[in-house]
């Protein structure tokens, strides 16, 4: 006679959460599936097709509002996260937890809607015609975070999970900064010299993240361990994506300033200046 499987302790079974049911985009997966793979169509086909023989949009207005809008709505999301209750986070001996506190809940959600207004990262590189900067990095992480954030807002909109809306959220006030900053032409550009450190920080978010994903994958944590597995999976899939862009991006960089004897290179200024 066969005996019946026995879970781990820790096992959760993936319930949803009564507050977030009837939310927008919230009930079933489908409509973020949909629009994520919308998007990706779009800023690899569709737009690319419609650009081809057109000039590049400046939109200079445009992004500089955008990127400003984006580093205050992530400014009032890291506010929200910290109030609702990672403010006073508690280590439970084996779980590192929020304390208590109020909306985490609509931090949770306005955090996964703000995964669609980052589509506009793309579609703004696509009519511009910066075609270098859509990278299978780029579009895989947009493609797959309204997906997580949609596991967050539906299943544990003020558990564990919300660390990562926490950081990354910080992480996003400093990104669209500079991107703000950037838009702004040349006389401000000369002093945007931190932009590889922007990637350092992504490195040490999924860190964090992936070493919380641990600790709740193996204890539990009051997190649905098929969260848990995804979590795990994403922080290893990103820091090994964003540490080959900052390796590319920055290290050779560094090298080919440097003549074969170690000594840097003369560089001249109208080199330094497409740098």
Known sequence: MLKPTVLPANWR?????????????????IPTIALSVAFLISVTVLIPTFMKNRKPYELKNFVILYNGFQVLFSTWLFYAFLAGGWYFPYFTGKCFLPGSGSNM???????????????????LFALRKKDNQITRLHLYHHGIMPFGSWLAAKYAPDGPMTFLGLINSLVHVVMYSYYMLSAMGPKVQKYLWWKKYITMMQLIQFILTLTQSL??????????????????????VFFVMFFDFYMQSYKKKSSSKLAPNGVAKTVPVKELKSQ
Do not use: H
């Open 105 to 123: 809940v609509l931090a949770a959600y306005c955090y996964f809607l703000s995964k669609f207004t980052e589509f506009v990262d793309t579609i």
């Open 215 to 236: 600790l709740t994958f193996f204890y539990g944590c009051n997190l649905p361990t098929a969260i848990s597995i995804f979590n795990i999976t994403q922080s290893v």
């Open 13 to 29: 079974i993936l319930n949803e959460d009564s507050r977030t049911k009837d939310f927008f985009l919230v009930a079933s997966p």
